[in-house]
């Protein structure tokens, strides 16, 4: 094996340049060639930062290599690796190549395809495209205010623990992926789709033509789109209006810039006033940023998480299915002093000036008497109901695409039009499928994604004996990936879910499978369980 630091070639030689590299690993006596690539965050060393995005034109001839994580070994243990098998070791992206990939001719796709929101099933998607090793599309767009998520630092440490993740979509596996390497990245949001001219229209007036359209905008927690809409009965351009004026102390976090944002606000400024911080919702999401609003210098007497389930009921539900593990955050909470509040629904908020931040009148209803209450507050964290971003949903409505509280495809991920493609939490089976019940996020959205970008291939890949037309056949496909989720949770606690999706049923709804405890174990180091699934 032989690692390639430098390969710089005239452009006039670059059809030959497959026979160069052929030659240099030759004189090298070389069978595996590969290449290092720093990116994002993962620039450690001045030599690293030199070299980071200087890529070489053999890159073509490349494959990406599957990313793992580095071994870590007990430090009791008597018999140990070397030292330089135990030293820790910068994540970085390889690309390799070998005699194989050097004379198997890769086909050129200049197919443009466009992915609309950087969320798992668009980032898989991409993903499968661009480390195809007998395919290359050279005509990958990512079309993300963002980016891709962990390619800058954070300004802040921790900024990663603000916010959930799932074991595959954290920002410090992405920048493993190698994906700036393939995709072009527009930030900027969708703002309309001119179908006639397959163009997308940006915010900035910008248009990308695209040959396929893959939209996998997700869904975000907003207080405004899911109280306010509902309770000032506005929608439309007024609601983007209302939306563009919200409160900078009326935080939502779902990408990595909204949780700097969030930390930005708790360091700077909440730990400045005495006011109390409002968390509400009873997702994970919701017990993460109670994390880092106590993580970041917030007495957890300031803080109270308002939960719209009834006490008395199940306090896990479907962010902690498993009781124990409930009853253990819930004890946590109540240990380090954070007030619990259960059976309140936030109904609306008022803001007036304040002498560090405006300060906030938040109205809560009572579920079981209907009694409302007014309080003041210095800042209202909301983690309650996801909905899909407006700016998205104007777009998609306006250019007369199916859109039933989300948008409508066919057991092909297909749209009304056959040119545009959607996968992940903003969509939706067509009724006529009859899975109503089928949910797209109580399944892996990189799995999803990465059936999207199969259909992709095997729609373009020039090596099929015939080209299979997508017939409407109502059967949907089945997914089996795990579900994972990591968050680090108040108390100093990290909570780990891996679970196996609903089965897909041939009724209306998709039912999960009988689930019997195997092993349990409950110590002071932590808590353990696994389950498994009967069919």
């Known amino acids: 094996h032989k690692y390639l630091n430098h390969f710089v070639i005239n452009p006039g030689f670059l059809s030959r340049q497959r026979f160069i590299l052929g030659q240099v690993m030759h004189a090298a006596k070389a069978t595996n060639l590969f290449y290092e690539l720093y990116e994002g965050r993962n620039h450690a060393t001045e030599v690293q930062r030199q070299r980071a995005f200087t890529l070489t034109p053999a890159l073509d001839l490349m494959t990406l290599a599957t990313a793992r994580r580095q071994i870590v070994y007990m430090k009791d243990w008597e018999i140990k690796p070397s030292a330089r098998v135990l030293k820790k070791k910068d994540p970085v992206t390889m690309f390799h190549v070998n005699r194989k990939f050097l004379v198997a001719i890769r086909d050129v796709i200049n197919t443009r395809v466009v992915v609309v929101g950087a969320s798992d099933a668009g980032l898989a998607a ?35 623990d603000a916010l959930p993740h799932t074991l595959w979509g954290a920002p410090a596996v992405i920048c493993q992926s190698g994906l700036s390497a393939w995709v072009t990245v527009v930030r900027a949001k969708m703002s309309s789709l001119n179908r006639t001219r397959q163009e997308v229209i940006l915010d ?30 506005v929608a439309g351009l007024e609601l983007k209006e209302l939306e563009a004026k919200v409160e900078p102390n009326v935080v939502s976090i779902n990408t990595v810039q909204d949780a700097e944002k969030a930390v930005a606000l708790a360091r700077e400024q909440l730990t400045r006033t005495r006011g109390r911080a409002l968390v509400c919702g009873s997702t994970v999401s919701a017990y993460t940023a109670i994390h880092m609003l106590l993580s970041n210098g917030i007495a957890a007497g300031r803080i109270d998480l308002v939960l719209p389930t009834p006490p008395g009921s199940s306090q896990g539900g479907e962010c902690f299915p498993d009781e124990c593990v409930a009853q253990q955050v819930s004890s946590a909470l109540q240990n380090l002093g954070v007030t619990l509040r ?25 579920i079981k008497t209907g009694a409302k209450g007014q309080e003041p507050a210095d800042a209202l964290f909301y ?57 797209p996020e109580r399944y892996s959205s990189r799995e999803i994604g990465s059936h999207v970008a199969n259909l992709l291939m095997d729609k373009y890949d020039p090596r099929a004996v015939e080209v299979k037309a997508e017939v409407t056949t109502g059967h949907t496909p089945w997914f089996e990936d795990r579900l994972s989720v990591r968050a680090s949770l108040p108390g100093g606690h990290t909570y780990i879910r891996i679970a196996s999706p609903p089965r897909m049923t041939d009724s209306s709804t998709s039912e999960p499978g009988f689930q019997d405890k195997i092993i349990s174990t409950n110590t002071d180091e932590g808590y353990l369980s696994f389950k498994f699934v009967r069919g």
């Open 126 to 160: 991409l993903d499968i495209l661009a480390t195809n090793p007998y395919l290359r599309f050279n005509n990958l767009v990512l079309i993300d205010p963002q980016g891709i998520p962990g390619m800058s630092t954070p300004a802040y440490s921790g900024v990663d």
């Open 383 to 439: 983690f309650d109901k996801k909905t899909v971003d407006q700016d998205a949903f104007l777009a998609m409505n306006s250019s007369r695409l199916v859109f039933d509280s989300r948008l409508v495809i066919d057991e092909h991920f297909t749209t009304t039009d056959p040119l545009i493609r959607a996968a992940g939490p903003c969509t939706k089976y067509q009724l006529k499928l009859y899975r109503d019940g089928w949910k």
């Open 204 to 233: 900035n007036r910008c248009r990308v033509p695209y040959d396929e359209l893959v939209i996998c905008t997700g869904t975000q927690f907003s207080a405004v789109r899911s109280v306010l809409a509902a309770y000032k009965k």
């Open 342 to 366: 259960y059976g309140e629904v936030l109904q609306e908020w008022e803001s007036e000036e304040g002498a560090v931040l405006p300060q906030l009148w938040v109205t809560f209803t009572n």
